[in-house]
């Protein structure tokens, strides 16, 4: 029997080019205001509009200031992307989500949380961590921007098909591990390029025990592995999620959808190109010491000796050195946000270590929810009160911190403990220091002031 990527794949192509690529249908296309101009520009140059426009929603993000929302923003070019993308919407009749919309905030939050992203379905966009929404039991992957001019043309797109991967966890996280601890000692493990030219399907009972966020953060990291994308098989945690959402079917039309989903799994005798089997409690809170997301180690280990100059390169920019423990270095920023981990249970994760402490005096820290609706969540359950009283901020929507496209930049030579999904060099600012955790390692960080093992404040 076939796998579910294949299921999924092989259901939405239209046509087979021989020897060449397939031409994909595709049920959703997300654009922001980075990727989207070129493309527009050509349907312009070609005379053409989109074709089923109905299938696209468009919101700014990337360049997004995270204050002062209701104000013009500063920086002239992030301006010019954010008006550029509300006029190209305006003029080919797209839906937009504009700064101040309640129904704005990063793409890949908003997608899955509004149930515009759904089980079986095809999703695109001009980013690269479009990956995010498999955990839906979508077969989503980040495109060009030729490819998005591709499908606003022609609601398809020609790809050539990946192979498969199942990645197995099995077993019981322990405690102070999560989602973002599993992805990180993955990489760890496969390396960056580990997956390269495969869609990962995640399986297991680690993986079927994640909440719905843990398995967007997950999933949101597949690209880092190299994999063209990841997803999970829909189950009840899946349907519980979706069920009420505002684009989620309703009445008669979301038993007969949920009838249809229960059916998008792999067979008990599918064959897939690799598979790979790890066990949960071989994991531990991870960090990244390094200038990839593959350069990782558990937080209370040792820094190994650099495996080339490439290595030595990474060591040298972060002003590390072999042997050295994470634990117990100064950390100068936090960072909680980003597609990663944006969502209301990371902050919920962040306030159970920042209630009843207060942040270290010299640490800025920079908590930025995923969308407006996780702001208003975090309100509605007071988490905004806990952590005001620890001492935090909590900004307006937007990538923020996750890259350097809007003011939340960290200065060069700072080390930032970040929940987003990259530490390449300057990635958060130039010359900036990035190690990457998850936001009860983050927490932990901005409260003691130095690099924490989250477990010995749970």
């Given at each position: 029997m076939n796998t579910l990527f294949d299921k999924i794949w092989d259901k939405h192509v239209v046509q087979h080019v021989t020897d060449g690529p397939d031409q994909l249908y595709i049920d959703r296309l997300y654009a922001h205001e980075v990727t989207s101009p070129q493309a527009f520009a050509g349907l312009r140059a070609r005379g053409l509009q989109c074709f089923r426009p109905k299938q696209i929603y468009c919101m700014p993000d990337h360049n997004t200031p995270t204050h002062d929302q209701d104000k013009p923003i500063e920086d002239p070019i992030s301006r010019k992307q954010v008006d550029t993308l509300a006029k190209n919407c305006k003029d080919f009749g797209l839906t937009h989500f504009g700064m101040m919309d309640h129904n704005n905030g990063i793409i890949h939050v908003v997608g899955p949380e509004q149930g515009l992203s759904l089980p079986g379905m095809t999703i695109v966009c001009g980013d690269s961590h479009t990956s995010t929404h498999g955990a839906m039991g979508a077969v989503a992957f980040g495109i060009g921007t030729s490819e998005v001019e591709?499908?606003?043309?022609?609601?398809?797109?020609?790809?050539?098909?990946?192979?498969?991967?199942?990645?197995?966890?099995?077993?019981?996280?322990?405690?102070?591990?999560?989602?973002?601890?599993?992805?990180?000692?993955?990489?760890?493990?496969?390396?960056?390029?580990?997956?390269?030219?495969?869609?990962?399907?995640?399986?297991?009972?680690?993986?079927?025990?994640?909440?719905?966020?843990?398995?967007?953060?997950?999933?949101?990291?597949?690209?880092?592995?190299?994999?063209?994308?990841?997803?999970?098989?829909?189950?009840?945690?899946?349907?519980?999620?979706?069920?009420?959402?505002?684009?989620?079917?309703?009445?008669?039309?979301?038993?007969?959808?949920?009838?249809?989903?229960?059916?998008?799994?792999?067979?008990?005798?599918?064959?897939?190109?690799?598979?790979?089997?790890?066990?949960?409690?071989?994991?531990?809170?991870?960090?990244?010491?390094?200038?990839?997301?593959?350069?990782?180690?558990?937080?209370?280990?040792?820094?190994?000796?650099?495996?080339?100059?490439?290595?030595?390169?990474?060591?040298?920019?972060?002003?590390?050195?072999?042997?050295?423990?994470?634990?117990?270095?100064?950390?100068?920023?936090?960072?909680?946000?980003?597609?990663?981990?944006?969502?209301?249970?990371?902050?919920?994760?962040?306030?159970?270590?920042?209630?009843?402490?207060?942040?270290?005096?010299?640490?800025?820290?920079?908590?930025?929810?995923?969308?407006?609706?996780?702001?208003?969540?975090?309100?509605?359950?007071?988490?905004?009160?806990?952590?005001?009283?620890?001492?935090?901020?909590?900004?307006?929507p937007g990538c923020s911190a996750c890259l350097a496209m809007n003011d939340d930049k960290i200065p060069a030579g700072k080390l930032a403990v970040s929940t987003s999904n990259r530490n390449f060099e300057g990635r958060q600012g130039p010359g900036s220091r990035t190690c990457l955790a998850s936001p009860l390692t983050a927490a932990a960080t901005a409260v003691t002031g130095i690099i924490t093992d989250p477990r010995t404040l749970l």
């Amino acid at each position: 029997m076939n796998t579910l990527f294949d299921k999924i794949w092989d259901k939405h192509v239209v046509q087979h080019v021989t020897d060449g690529p397939d031409q994909l249908y595709i049920d959703r296309l997300y654009a922001h205001e980075v990727t989207s101009p070129q493309a527009f520009a050509g349907l312009r140059a070609r005379g053409l509009q989109c074709f089923r426009p109905k299938q696209i929603y468009c919101m700014p993000d990337h360049n997004t200031p995270t204050h002062d929302q209701d104000k013009p923003i500063e920086d002239p070019i992030s301006r010019k992307q954010v008006d550029t993308l509300a006029k190209n919407c305006k003029d080919f009749g797209l839906t937009h989500f504009g700064m101040m919309d309640h129904n704005n905030g990063i793409i890949h939050v908003v997608g899955p949380e509004q149930g515009l992203s759904l089980p079986g379905m095809t999703i695109v966009c001009g980013d690269s961590h479009t990956s995010t929404h498999g955990a839906m039991g979508a077969v989503a992957f980040g495109i060009g921007t030729s490819e998005v001019e591709m499908v606003m043309a022609s609601q398809c797109i020609l790809q050539a098909k990946p192979k498969s991967m199942r990645i197995n966890v099995e077993g019981t996280l322990g405690h102070g591990v999560t989602a973002k601890d599993i992805a990180l000692y993955l990489m760890s493990q496969l390396s960056t390029s580990g997956a390269t030219g495969y869609f990962v399907e995640y399986a297991g009972s680690t993986i079927r025990r994640l909440s719905m966020e843990g398995r967007l953060t997950l999933c949101n990291l597949s690209i880092e592995m190299g994999a063209r994308g990841g997803f999970i098989a829909p189950d009840e945690v899946t349907f519980a999620y979706l069920k009420g959402r505002d684009h989620a079917p309703k009445g008669e039309a979301w038993d007969k959808a949920v009838a249809a989903w229960r059916e998008l799994k792999s067979g008990d005798d599918a064959v897939f190109d690799k598979e790979l089997t790890f066990r949960a409690e071989d994991i531990k809170p991870m960090i990244t010491y390094g200038t990839n997301p593959g350069m990782g180690i558990a937080i209370d280990g040792e820094i190994p000796a650099p495996k080339n100059a490439s290595d030595e390169k990474a060591l040298s920019y972060m002003q590390f050195a072999a042997g050295d423990k994470m634990v117990g270095k100064k950390a100068d920023y936090v960072f909680l946000g980003a597609c990663t981990n944006g969502r209301i249970e990371d902050f919920r994760a962040f306030a159970s270590i920042a209630k009843g402490r207060h942040k270290a005096d010299h640490i800025t820290a920079w908590l930025v929810p995923g969308s407006w609706r996780v702001l208003d969540q975090i309100k509605e359950e007071g988490l905004d009160k806990i952590l005001a009283e620890a001492g935090f901020e909590i900004r307006q929507p937007g990538c923020s911190a996750c890259l350097a496209m809007n003011d939340d930049k960290i200065p060069a030579g700072k080390l930032a403990v970040s929940t987003s999904n990259r530490n390449f060099e300057g990635r958060q600012g130039p010359g900036s220091r990035t190690c990457l955790a998850s936001p009860l390692t983050a927490a932990a960080t901005a409260v003691t002031g130095i690099i924490t093992d989250p477990r010995t404040l749970l």
